[in-house]
């Protein structure tokens, strides 16, 4: 993931976090 997009270390961890959430949904 490139810093230049934006994101921060937190916001990148939790859109992980809910992807991996809608994969087990």
Same mark, same amino acid.
Not at 1 to 12: K, N, R
Not at 14 to 25: F, G, M, S, T
């Given at each position: 993931? +490139?810093?230049? *997009?934006?994101? +921060? +270390?937190? &916001?990148?961890l939790?859109?992980? !976090? &809910?992807? !991996? &959430?809608? *994969? *087990? +949904?």
């Open positions: 993931m +490139d810093a230049s *997009l934006g994101m +921060d +270390d937190d &916001e990148f939790i859109r992980q !976090v &809910e992807a !991996v &959430e809608a *994969l *087990l +949904d």
